[in-house]
T-cell receptor, first 116, second 112 residues
Framework: DARVTQTPRHKVTEMGQEVTMRCQPILGHNTVFWYRQTMMQGLELLAYFRNRAPLDDSGMPKDRFSAEMPDATLATLKIQPSEPRDSAVYFC??????????????FGEGSRLTVL | GESVGLHLPTLSVQEGDNSIINCAYSNSASDYFIWYKQESGKGPQFIIDIRSNMDKRQGQRVTVLLNKTVKHLSLQIAATQPGDSAVYFCAEIIQGAQKLVFGQGTRLTINP
């Protein structure tokens, strides 16, 4: 059963610490998205990749956030240094580029981050 | 600009009744819309999609209606069940942008 895998599922850290979240997209998918979900902001798009190349990261605070795809099976989202306002659930999603497939995105279970 | 919003943040219906969740979008260049369902503690899950060249699409117990004239999208769920309780998001893909933008979400509660 193909699915998007995210680690860690939960992370509690102290302000100033580095946080790295990882995502394994579904094999064969060529787009990967990072979303952040909070009660106040809903689902915010942070960054997305197509064929491992970053297409848009305008939703991401550049001074502390970075997103990469070292290879087709791994996407990472790093926060350094972390701040309490970064506390949220971070979702990774993968799919086929619109026009190629249905455009449906498959979401992981999310990484719940708490920054104290 | 890009904006996808929802008319109501919460909706309660009786089990067995039909429910309608509404969504307004502002970008006339959007050409593809998706409804997602998110249960507590889980990621959003695809329900149904519709392209801008259609005005209606039906799935199993769900129907999506698109009114491009007023930029309105709705999700109809027939004969609601307890398992339908979740937050429902509409999302749009803007032509050429290739990114999925989500609305705020509506929490649907099914009363026994």
């Amino acid at each position: 059963d193909a699915r998007v895998t995210q680690t860690p599922r939960h992370k509690v850290t102290e302000m100033g610490q580095e946080v790295t979240m990882r995502c394994q997209p579904i094999l064969g998918h060529n787009t990967v998205f990072w979303y952040r979900q909070t009660m106040m902001q809903g689902l915010e798009l942070l960054a997305y990749f197509r064929n491992r190349a970053p297409l848009d990261d305008s939703g991401m605070p550049k001074d502390r956030f970075s997103a990469e795809m070292p290879d087709a099976t791994l996407a990472t989202l790093k926060i350094q240094p972390s701040e309490p306002r970064d506390s949220a659930v971070y979702f990774c999603a993968s799919g086929l580029a619109p026009g190629v497939g249905t455009g449906e995105l498959f979401f992981g279970e999310g990484s719940r981050l708490t920054v104290l | 600009g890009e904006s996808v919003g929802l008319h109501l943040p919460t909706l309660s219906v009786q089990e067995g009744d039909n429910s309608i969740i509404n969504c307004a979008y502002s970008n006339s260049a959007s050409d593809y819309f998706i409804w997602y369902k998110q249960e507590s503690g889980k990621g959003p899950q695809f329900i149904i999609d519709i392209r801008s060249n259609m005005d209606k699409r039906q799935g199993q117990r769900v129907t999506v209606l698109l009114n491009k004239t007023v930029k309105h999208l709705s999700l109809q769920i027939a004969a609601t069940q307890p398992g339908d309780s979740a937050v429902y998001f509409c999302a749009e893909i803007i032509q050429g942008a290739q990114k999925l933008v989500f609305g705020q979400g509506t929490r649907l509660t099914i009363n026994p």
